[in-house]
T-cell receptor, first 117, second 110 residues
Framework: GAVVSQHPSWVICKSGTSVKIECRSL??????MFWYRQFPKQSLMLMAT?????????EQGVEKDKFLINHASLTLSTLTVTSAHPEDSSFYIC?????????????FGPGTRLLVL | KNEVEQSPQNLTAQEGEFITINCSYS?????LHWLQQHPGGGIVSLFM???GKKKHGRLIATINIQEKHSSLHITASHPRDSAVYIC????????????FGQGTRLTINP
């Protein structure tokens, strides 16, 4: 159990377009989901924390109008990269915290590789 | 100063060797995750521990709360163990989020 999926697994888009990435908890309800970004050979960087039914909390330096997060249900959170630019090219990973589960436990998705041309 | 420090950053060993990766963390971290990331990018959670020791197959994770130190051991290492291993601490204060170490890139040669 505790499987998290992401869609798409990779995406190539033109500069200026918007890209939506989905994160789903397949077999559990997730009250909280986290969005991370990872540059090559670097560790994960938390972008925002998303709680179902409320506004996401963004980390310092992350533009909330650039990276729109919606957590409309207990199994789905979306990250939309608006007006993408080449510097947004990165590996985006989500994780989910199970409702009622240990607060420190997170289940990670497989990641989405974004390339902006 | 990073709240989670890992060592070594890179480790190359021969198949069959016993591997140890270390992680030190600061005050305010209540639990540690050990994560594995293969070249394809997907992350697998290996262990979460807040005390003692856990074992799964050839993998063993230990944590010493007094010393704020954790280790991940791999016995009888195999080339398929080659990956980046990441230690992540769970902050109990404030945002209650994970803070990540820089990762250890492990290469096991046949």
């Amino acid at each position: 159990g505790a499987v998290v999926s992401q869609h798409p697994s990779w995406v190539i888009c033109k500069s200026g377009t918007s890209v939506k990435i989905e994160c789903r908890s397949l077999d559990f309800q997730a009250t909280t989901m986290f969005w991370y970004r990872q540059f090559p050979k670097q560790s994960l960087m938390l972008m925002a924390t998303s709680n179902e039914g409320s506004k996401a909390t963004y980390e310092q330096g992350v533009e909330k109008d650039k990276f729109l997060i919606n957590h409309a249900s207990l199994t789905l959170s979306t990250l939309t990269v608006t007006s993408a630019h080449p510097e947004d090219s990165s590996f985006y990973i989500c994780s989910a915290r199970k409702a009622g589960g240990p607060s420190g436990t997170q289940y990670f998705g497989p990641g989405t590789r974004l390339l902006v041309l | 100063k990073n709240e989670v420090e890992q060592s070594p950053q890179n480790l190359t060993a021969q198949e069959g060797e016993f591997i140890t990766i270390n992680c030190s963390y600061s005050v305010g971290i209540s639990a540690l995750h050990w994560l594995q990331q293969h070249p394809g990018g997907g992350i697998v959670s290996l262990f979460m521990l807040s005390s003692g020791k856990k074992k799964h197959g050839r993998l063993i994770a230990t944590i010493n709360i007094q010393e704020k130190h954790s280790s991940l051991h791999i016995t009888a290492s195999h080339p398929r163990d080659s990956a980046v291993y990441i230690c992540a601490g769970f902050l109990i204060q404030g945002a209650q989020k994970l803070v990540f170490g820089q990762g250890t890139r492990l290469t096991i040669n046949p």
